[in-house]
């Protein structure tokens, strides 16, 4: 049973990934803690963090 389920859900995340664009057209877009707007460029490979923490 956990065979079938891990197939499908393989079966299913290959399916999607297949479905999306190749590329990105427009630069992504964050907004920090203080709410200002960050934007990430497209052209270099960018690496960015998410830390959260709960209050």
Known sequence: ???KI???LLI???FL?????????????LL???KEEISF???KPT???F????T
């Open 1 to 3: 049973m956990k065979l």
């Open 41 to 43: 460029p497209l052209e």
């Open 32 to 34: 920090n803690q203080d």
């Open 51 to 54: 830390i959260t923490s709960y």
């Open 12 to 14: 299913s995340v290959l």
């Open 6 to 8: 891990f197939l499908l």
């Open 17 to 29: 990934s297949a479905c999306g664009d190749k590329k990105l057209n427009d630069s992504i877009t």
């Open 47 to 49: 690496l960015f963090f």
